[in-house]
């Protein structure tokens, strides 16, 4: 069964950086797609970032395009979205998720397979 385990959630101050961990256990994929999103009170579930293990490539949604960045470690089964600049409107609950099918990247919930539980990403002065 496949797990995937957030961490690194917190509250920090504006223009502040903020790194989040996704591990994953019983992932056996070789193809997938990792993404990262987020949900804010009353909002819908955002599509934030999103890897392609095919040949690396990620995508950003537009809010957070230049002050994201997602990366793998594939070793580790781990992956991570570092958060630059922060803005008080990127806090939410941030949740990794990962499809094997399709394992292209997509910004559509549906898609995804497995969720992580989320953690929490409050930016406050």
């Known amino acids: 069964q496949v797990q995937l385990v957030e961490s690194g959630g917190g509250l920090v101050q504006p223009g502040e950086s903020l790194t989040l961990s996704c591990a994953a256990s019983g992932f056996t994929f070789d193809y997938y797609a990792i993404g990262w999103f987020r949900q804010a009170p009353g909002k819908e579930r955002e599509g934030v970032s999103c890897l392609q293990s095919t040949d690396g490539s990620t995508y950003y949604g537009e809010s957070v395009k230049g002050r994201f960045t997602v990366s793998r470690d594939h070793a580790k089964k781990t992956w991570y979205l570092q958060m630059k600049s922060l803005k008080p409107d990127d806090t939410a609950i941030y949740y990794c998720?990962?499809?094997?099918?399709?394992?292209?990247?997509?910004?559509?919930?549906?898609?995804?397979?497995?969720w992580g539980q989320g953690t929490q990403v409050t930016v406050s002065s």
């Open positions: 998720a990962t499809t094997y099918s399709p394992y292209t990247c997509t910004f559509a919930t549906f898609d995804y397979d497995y």
